[in-house]
């Protein structure tokens, strides 16, 4: 029988979701929640039914694994204790500081109700994370490094459409070349996020609007631009439009270290993603660890999971004979 | 208390074994087993017995995790089931096609003892099989590529060496940046695995031998040369000893894949090694498999297990909340 989805939250990473499961044949999309009215908002999959999230609970026999899509500042620390009361959940709570703190309390709804919280699943928290922990225990001397880009902050390009005189934004975090070089050198070279990321703009200008006073404004902004290299660029909405629609990211993670009874050997371990679109590479993430989160379930497993805590071959649709005979 | 860790085998990996222990505070070398007279075999480890093979059985109780050090084509089908009778047990049998087989084995004797064996751990199999099962779990409409290298392959060093007249030979493996290119360029080449990578030989002659015909003889040679561009070069015994005594290895898995309604978007998903040492390398992987096989033992799982398997934190000394504070 397939796994049932959920969906709660229709935005880029619900949609993402909801194509992810059509690409995985043991699965299906049951419902996606939303808290617009149901009527105004068209899904993809013919199939699924599009529901209240006040009507949820209902759902509770016909849905396997419930989806969290909600923003990790307000949404996901309330919804995500509340439904794994009543559902397996996945989640893709990404404020790193404040995830000791989920996890507690999604461990103990989870640990109350019997079922299976998956949380900050995705790739940074996801599978950054996890190439992190596995090149950390293999090396355990060394030294990491983090590089995010070339792609949009969604954060930063908010935060620049925020400047009086700007019509709209998108702001590209890009890695310094020389920086990875540096960091897959062996050398172990200390950088700061500055060193290791350019921030480059482009803008759209209301008319009459000060380009010189918006650079200014950028440039300077504490916490967001002033520590960084920044270029700006303006162009014309239709410029923005055509080029700059899409929402691609990625990164690298290393691990730079050493082995040998003197330390004379240097290795270095890296992890790369290139992706075209962020919230739906997040969502394949999540997906598959939805059908891990199902198979823990029904194994008798309870509370909450990071991807540190799942076995691979959970996340896969194939038995371990199949995985052992055609990826080992 | 510390895991006590077994060497069965006091080769390049056995050494490797031993150099990564000490490494890993949470561990201690207890013994090395050889097939050798023990009195000829000296070990780094100031605090740790050398016993003779035969004699393992008495540490049955001393030791938490026998690493079996041994090879893949005679040793391993052998001595993996024989050992997981009285220990736990980690190997790195790498015969791919063999793998189902000496699962079925080792699976049957370690249930029957009661004990934890983990096989074909290392980087291939190993840490790359991880990473295509992980990346084509995330995206299962997609295209998987392995290149190996740059590095040395001891089985073709071994086959240039047996040619009459070669007195010495290193053969480097070298991945093929074109084909690389063509692979994370999204467009799903078809490559073969001689269009991936080339081969690089050192060959230092016996004196008075035919060069000419050294060379004809590496470069038409069934399987291992005749399919690949190979390059040769002929070299002083002095220049092999001093620029190509390391055994360097490492490589490239990648999966370029698509999501979305109309699989319009692509990823790609990297994964690379770069070592300055084969064996360390495998071992360090190996001893952090080491501890998992510790950890699961403890908590009463048994028979055979493989990096699929094994949750990841299973591998770090870190705790979960450790790890969940520190990495995710």
């Not at 990625?250 to 075209?276: A, N, P, Q």
């Amino acid at each position: 029988m397939s796994i049932r989805i959920g969906i709660m939250g229709y935005g880029n990473l619900g949609r993402g979701v909801e194509c992810a499961v059509r690409q995985n044949p043991d699965m299906e999309l049951a419902a996606v929640f939303t808290r617009r009215a149901p009527e105004t908002v068209n899904i993809l999959t013919k199939t699924a039914a599009v529901c209240r999230a006040e009507d949820a609970a209902s759902w509770k026999d016909k849905i396997d694994v419930l989806i969290l899509c909600g923003g990790s500042a307000t949404d996901l620390p309330k919804q995500t204790p509340e439904y794994a009361k009543l559902f397996n959940v996945v989640d893709s709570f990404d404020t790193h500081a404040r995830i000791p703190e989920h996890f507690a309390n999604v461990d103990a709804a989870a640990r109350e109700s019997g079922k299976v919280a998956v949380i900050s699943v995705g790739w940074d928290p996801g599978m950054f994370s996890l190439n992190r922990m596995y090149a950390n225990a293999i090396l355990p001397e060394g030294k990491d490094y983090t590089f995010w880009g070339r792609g949009v902050s969604q954060g930063h390009s908010d935060a620049i459409r925020r400047i009086p005189g700007v019509k709209n934004a998108k702001q590209y975090t890009i890695p310094v070349e020389s920086a990875l070089e540096a960091a897959r050198s062996g050398k172990n070279p200390e950088l700061t996020t500055r060193e290791k990321h350019t921030r480059e703009c482009f803008v759209v200008l209301e008319e009459g609007a000060d380009a010189a006073k918006v650079e200014q404004e950028i440039k300077t902004m504490p916490n967001y631009f002033a520590d960084y290299d920044t270029t700006v660029h303006f162009i014309s909405q239709e410029e923005l439009d055509k080029n700059h629609s899409g929402i691609p990211h990625g990164g690298f993670v290393l691990r730079s270290g050493v082995t040998g009874w003197e330390k004379e050997h240097h290795h270095l371990i890296e992890y790369s993603l290139k992706l075209d679109s962020n919230p739906e590479f997040t969502s394949s993430v999540i997906v598959a660890y939805a059908r891990a989160a199902c198979r823990m379930a029904k194994e008798g497993q309870t509370g909450c999971k990071t991807v540190f805590d799942i076995p691979p071959a959970y996340l896969s649709a194939k038995s371990g004979e199949e995985l052992r005979a055609s990826m080992l």
